[in-house]
């Protein structure tokens, strides 16, 4: 039995970034759809590494990522749902005098956005965590940021989508849209939804969609590998990444210390994700080196998801440039989940007032027409979490 | 060309017997299993230093025990042994492998996996308490240990297992205060004509129920809201009997569990297509009688892929033995693989009238309270599971588990995945196979952050 | 009858002769013997093997059959083990409640 949906807004794509939009689009008074090809906040946005950080980030996401952070704030209060979000801070070693420099320019250019790093010696970085392993020459520390339970975080913001009254609808895979005189028609299996706007937050699948208006963005699967271990006496109390993004731990508030290594195999047509026994053994030699004391420690689980990556690491944010009344939000290449929060707010000033104030021209679909832009991005190796 | 390079994943009686038809037939298999020594759940061979006669640890089985023990170190350099080596994970065609801490690897053309089976586990009041085992857990605690779970010990179980752990207790010298049986005796009665389509074993069940009789101890069936009670530590066990009154009995030691489930984890990650059994109410990778699995390089055999007890798994082993030599275009023995396929077809129908024997306990599921713990890893109530069910909108396992850590911990689900699939399906008010299965994650069992290679 | 709370929650049926194995439970000198896995060395000498992570209780195991995971217990040395399918070791040193280290 076929079923239609009309709506101002849908939105295709149930991460954290759709859902938040949703919740947004309903308080600004729209009446939304989402489609979802699986369940709400279970693709990159429920299996990542629970990272809440700003500090590392290029710098074009810093406004966003400080505007988000103010909302992880409040965040369980208007979800009603504890996301075990421990402001932890998170500290970035630096194992050579070049990491150090590196730290050093970065929490230069990141002050100008108003983000305060603390830069520590050998000394002190020995004196806070003194049992990390001697590779370790100094780091800068960023208070403000922290971690939470990803697992909880997209499906609240669905369940209150659907509160204030959002059509939220799990296990439809979109396999086509296209532009009607009165907007779009988005089709979902025997389900076609009719709307005035549409939101691509599809994630890997961004790319697929923003295609089928026109529009190109090469956008790669990314499969971050994780492992955890059993829960352990607490000893981690900060999250912790490195120069370089080759390792990166934290330890939730139950004792599971969870940690990165490297990047597991991923086929994002039929979402399916495993993580690779080589990047995990990796991972836990690379995490081992510099923290000994978990020598003992037993592996208990280790996963990975797809996320969608692009060329130049940063996420697709804005206008279509062929289409009016498309709103593009997605490729947040391995780092989108301190982001959503504040996308969803942003999905909603594009929708209703045509702009945001946050600056978001960096992330313009348009980039990826540009001449040179593969050049430009060649030297870009690494993704930190 | 070299000959194909077949693993065998478990040495109980159907990874013995498949190892042994690959050998017979030049192919040099690679058994692995975690145990120290071969010989599977049933014929545990007790540990160096704790050995006993064979008739004391295997009673009517022994000289079946003595069989299989034998089949690995018979065969000699044609087979190519690695015991205390878990396999932690299958992607592709390769085993990821630990041996005394360190990591390995096998790559294989084909892979026979002979897993077994554990206890399934249905919480009750009081099931964490220290003291507490499975009777399983209890059973190996007497052979393989020549140990007894507590001074009183009271057993409580639904299959045929639990006469038979109360018997070996008692022949030991336990002393056994209560067999107390989940599922009403008329559920046996009827199924008699079924069961003595095997008679030995049928028999054997009878001795022990028989034997249990005349020692003392209460002995009951149809027995419903088990509870545990102690502080610390087991103090008593207290039901509610057919006759719908509360009775306690004083025991330091408890040994509980309702049936058996598949160790199913490898084949999952194997990627064998699962199929629910509603007779068992477990999911299990589908394999044809001659255990051949969805995956063309993989092959079940044993209770790893579904119950069938010692006989048929050994059956199975070397049944899906043949099934890989005729997939590698081998010759094979037409006759023995009809003698065998009839024998299996034979023990089917004795498996079925036994399942009937001893229905699933579903009142046990049903009555588990809110605040009880449904995940002993984590230490989940159940009332987290209705949360996420009937607050979250959580309408099968796998989000259960993200929403509330049911499966998470140690075990990966191993333990409590069973019970939260039955309460989910009460909860939504559907039948269980509608409310998923835990999807395996490597790896099946904790490994080190630091292994060394093997 | 009703065990003291820090009676062993194992016996042995079966006894079996040859050297003993010394090795200690928080401090505490204690024997095993040979065969004996760290599982049935501990609980023959105390009702639990470790503290449960999530609430004010302890654990003593559930399926000695490798398979619930409930029995890893520290050693002094830092080493954590699977108790029902390590064997014990001469001179072992198992904590269970931190207690008194050697
Ligand atoms: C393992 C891992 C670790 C990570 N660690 C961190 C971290 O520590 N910190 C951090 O900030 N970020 C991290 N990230 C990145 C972060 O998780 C993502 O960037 C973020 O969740 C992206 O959110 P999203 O809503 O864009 O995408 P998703 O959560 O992927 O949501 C997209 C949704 O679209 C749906 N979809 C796709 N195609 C279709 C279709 N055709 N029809 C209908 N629906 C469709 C999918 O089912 C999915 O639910 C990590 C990512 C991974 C995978
Ligand atoms: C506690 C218990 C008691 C039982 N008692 C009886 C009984 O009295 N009568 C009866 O008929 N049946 C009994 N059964 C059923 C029993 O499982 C079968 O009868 C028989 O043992 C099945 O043989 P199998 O070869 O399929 O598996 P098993 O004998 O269980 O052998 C499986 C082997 O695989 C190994 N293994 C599993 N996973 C891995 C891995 N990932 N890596 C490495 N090795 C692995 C295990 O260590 C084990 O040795 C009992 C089962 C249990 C659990
Ligand atoms: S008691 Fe279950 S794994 Fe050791």
Redesign the pocket.
Known sequence: MSEKLAVDACVVGGGIAGCAAAVALRKAGMTVAVLDRGACGAGASGVNFGGVRQQGRNLHELPLARRSRRIWDTLAATLEQDLEFDVSGHIKLARSEADMAELEQYARDAREYGLELQMLGANRVRSEIPWLGDKVVGASLSPEDGQANPRVVGPAFARLARRLGAEVREHRRVTAARRTERGFAVEAGDLTVESAWLVNSAGVFGGTLASWFGEHAPVEPLMPNMLVTEPLPYFVSRSIGVCGGDVYLRQTGRGNVIFGGGRGWGDAEIARSRPLTDQSLGGMQRTLDLVPALTSAQVIRSWTGIDGQTPDRIPVIGHSSTTPQLVHAFGFSGHGFQLGPVMGEIIAELVTQGRTPTPIEPFAIERFAAEGFAAQTAELTHTEH | MSDPVVAI?????????AAEALAQAGLRPIV????QR???????QPPPGAERPGEDLYGF?AGKAKSVHAVLSDLGERVVYRPR????NVYEQRLD?LTDGGYGEQAFDRLVL??????RVIPFPGWTLPGVF????A??ALKAQGVSIGRRVAFVGAG??LP??AHQYAKAGAEVVAVLDVTPFSARARQAAGLLAQPA?FAKGLYYTARNALRGGTRASGVRKLRVEGDGRVEALVWTGADGREHRVACDAVGASFG?RS?S??ADLAGCRFAFDPVTRQWAPERTTAGRSSRPEVYL????AG????????L??RRAALAVLEDIGRAVDASEVARLDAALARQARFRDALEAAYPYPDHLVASIADDEILCRCEGVTAGALRDAVREKGATEVNRVKAFTRIGMGRCQGRVCGHAAAELVALERGCPVSEAGRLRGQPP??PIPVAGGAA | MTAAPNAPLFHRLVDRSGPTIPFTIDGVPAVAQPGDLLMTAILLNRPALRPFEFADAHRAGF?F??ACQDCWVNLADGRRVRACTTPVENGMAVVIDGGARV
């Not at chain 2, 119950?307 to 050994?314: L, S």
């Open positions: 994943v478990g040495a109980g009686p159907a990874g013995v017997r692995f299993d975690e145990a071969a010989g599977g759940q049933i014929y545990r089985e080596t878990l396999v932690w492998t002979a897993t077994g089976a554990m206890d499975t009777l399983g857990g059973q190996i045929p297992l038979l752990i074993t058996l160790e984890q490898l055999a044993g209770d790893g119950i069938g007890g010692a006989d048929v798994a050994e199975q082993g099946v069992k | 399926c059959m490798a």
